[in-house]
T-cell receptor, first 111, second 113 residues
């Protein structure tokens, strides 16, 4: 069935290093969303990508949606300790209730 | 701001008990969801509701039921709790499925002994 695979599961970086997490869908997506969950918190919406090849930036965060609308990435430049948390992608196929979350990438940033 | 609240942050129940988890949102959203979150598995959809008294099964509905008698309230029911239902349960709401962001509640960490 439909799945959204997300890698890596964990990433440990030194503060100032870059970080990237990737999501891959087995089928074409209508849109993809990204969420951040701080330790002990709940997922909070970051951004939504809709168009093929779309690139959006939020300060040090860059989000991309692949040309085939099957993959997406989140890149953080020069990580900070405030970036610690788990990042989830969530793909929507356009079917009524088919919204699939990736398994998440847990980011740890060492000061 | 949208606010989604859940009845308990932590809950401990015994095997076989009936468990009710309540979720309330204050922004008149049509769609509400129940997920469970387990390490390495991400968020898995249990049930969702797109209107009062309407519900749809998600990916893992077995062992759960739901109730939506009022637009703002969505309840998750574990008819007979089992240890494999120990998990974090997250409620979410969205104005329009797939086109807008989901707003999550703080979560309920349920332990079944």
């Amino acid at each position: 069935g439909q799945q959204v695979m997300q890698i890596p599961q964990y990433q440990h970086v030194q503060e100032g290093e870059d970080f990237t997490t990737y999501c891959n869908s087995s089928t074409t997506l209508s849109n993809i969303q990204w969420y951040k969950q701080r330790p002990g918190g709940h997922p909070v919406f970051l951004i939504q990508l809709v168009k093929s090849g779309e690139v959006k930036k939020q300060k040090r965060l860059t989000f991309q949606f692949g040309e085939a609308k099957k993959n997406s990435s989140l890149h953080i430049t020069a990580t900070q300790t405030t970036d610690v948390g788990t990042y989830f992608c969530a793909g929507y196929t356009g079917d009524f209730n088919k919204f699939y979350f990736g398994s998440g990438t847990k980011l740890n940033v060492k000061p | 701001d949208v606010k989604v609240t859940q009845s308990s942050r932590y809950l401990v129940k015994r095997t076989g008990e009936k468990v009710f988890l309540e979720c309330v949102q204050d922004m008149d959203h049509e769609n509400m969801f129940w997920y469970r979150q387990d390490p390495g598995l991400g968020l898995r959809l249990i049930y969702f509701s797109y209107d009062v008294k309407m519900k749809e099964k998600g990916d893992i509905p077995e062992g759960y039921s739901v109730s939506r008698e009022k637009k703002e309230r969505f309840s998750l029911i574990l008819e007979s709790a089992s240890t494999n239902q120990t998990s974090m349960y997250l409620c979410a709401s969205v104005l329009r499925q797939g086109l807008r962001e989901q707003f999550f509640g703080p979560g309920t960490r349920l332990t079944v002994l």
